[in-house]
C-alpha cells in the first residue's frame, strides 16, 4: 500500500515536467559543449575537438523533449525502487535488532545497529536526491 502511494505520488510528479525546461536542458548541455569546444580550439587540442563535435552531434541528434523526460522517469523509477529496497533492509534490521536484544547479546546488538545506521543513511540520501530531481523537474 504504501509503495502504491510512493508510486502515484512519484508518477504525478513526472507528468508536471514541462517542455520549457526539457528544452531548456538541450539547450544547456549545447552550450556548455560549445563553450568547451571553442576553449579547446584557442588551445588546438585536436583529440578534445575531435570528441566535442562527437558529442555536439549526439545532443543535436539525440537530444529532445522525450529524452529528457525518459531520462528524468528512470532516474526517479530507479530512485523510488533504492528507496523501497531501503525501507525493506531497515525494517528487516529492526526486527532482527527486536530479537538479538531479547536474546540480550550484545555484540550481536552493536554490529545490527551500525547496520541499520548505515541503511538509514543512505535512504536518508535516497529520498534527498528523489526530492532534489523532482524539484529540478518541476521547475
Same mark, same amino acid.
Given at each position: 500500500m504504501k509503495r502504491e502511494v510512493i508510486s502515484?505520488?512519484?508518477?504525478? $510528479?513526472? $507528468?508536471?515536467i514541462n517542455y520549457a525546461h526539457a528544452n531548456q536542458d538541450c539547450d544547456i548541455r549545447r552550450a556548455e559543449?560549445? !563553450?568547451?569546444?571553442?576553449?579547446?580550439?584557442q588551445y588546438n587540442n585536436v583529440s578534445k575537438i575531435?570528441?566535442?563535435?562527437e558529442a555536439l552531434s549526439e545532443v543535436n541528434a539525440h537530444c529532445s523533449h522525450?529524452?529528457?523526460?525518459?531520462?528524468? !522517469?528512470?532516474?526517479?523509477?530507479?530512485?523510488?525502487n533504492k528507496i523501497a529496497d +531501503?525501507?525493506?533492509?531497515i525494517q528487516k534490521l529492526t526486527n532482527d535488532l527486536?530479537?538479538?536484544?531479547?536474546?540480550?547479546?550484545?555484540?550481536?546488538?552493536?554490529k545490527i545497529r551500525h547496520k541499520l545506521d548505515?541503511?538509514?543513511?543512505?535512504?536518508?540520501?535516497? !529520498?534527498q +536526491?528523489?526530492?532534489?530531481?523532482l524539484r529540478e523537474k518541476n521547475r
Open positions: 502515484l505520488v512519484v508518477f504525478s $510528479s513526472l $507528468s508536471m559543449i560549445e !563553450q568547451e569546444l571553442h576553449i579547446a580550439q575531435a570528441g566535442l563535435k522525450e529524452s529528457v523526460c525518459q531520462k528524468t !522517469q528512470h532516474e526517479i523509477r530507479k530512485l523510488h +531501503k525501507n525493506e533492509d527486536r530479537h538479538v536484544e531479547a536474546e540480550e547479546n550484545s555484540d550481536k546488538a552493536a548505515k541503511k538509514q543513511d543512505e535512504l536518508l540520501e535516497a !529520498q +536526491k528523489l526530492d532534489a530531481a
